[in-house]
Nanobody, 124 residues
Framework: EVQLVESGGGLVQPGGSLRLSCAAS????????MGWFCQAPGKEREFVAG????????IYADSVKGRFTISRDNVKKTLYLQMNSLKPEDTAVYYC?????????????????WGQGTQVTVSS
């Protein structure tokens, strides 16, 4: 069974940092590009960051460029999102995501498997 389990969310003050983790199981992790999405209350889920299956390519939403960094550890089968300089507008549930098929080129439209999400709240 494919599982994506996020952790690391919480309450942080503006300007603070968080590191999200996504533990993957049930599939060959290093064969898939991976990504993070977020969904704020009353809004649709939107793309945050993606990382190629070889780790050689990345895509970031304009709103997080320079502040967030996506990375992966293929030995630990874990995806990370380092979030710095957090803003109140970053408040959302963050989801780890995997595409439906392995080995493809990093494509925001290709994601189709989701974790349960972890809440990030940025507030003073």
């Amino acid at each position: 069974e494919v599982q994506l389990v996020e952790s690391g969310g919480g309450l942080v003050q503006p300007g603070g940092s968080l590191r999200l983790s996504c533990a993957a199981s049930g599939f060959t992790f290093n064969f898939y590009y991976m990504g993070w999405f977020c969904q704020a209350p009353g809004k649709e889920r939107e793309f945050v960051a993606g990382l190629g299956w070889t780790g050689g390519s990345t895509i970031y939403a304009d709103s997080v460029k320079g502040r967030f960094t996506i990375s992966r550890d293929n030995v630990k089968k874990t995806l990370y999102l380092q979030m710095n300089s957090l803003k109140p507008e970053d408040t959302a549930v963050y989801y780890c995501a995997r595409p439906r098929s392995p080995r493809g080129a990093l494509d925001v439209a290709g994601f189709g498997v989701w974790g349960q999400g972890t809440q990030v709240t940025v507030s003073s």
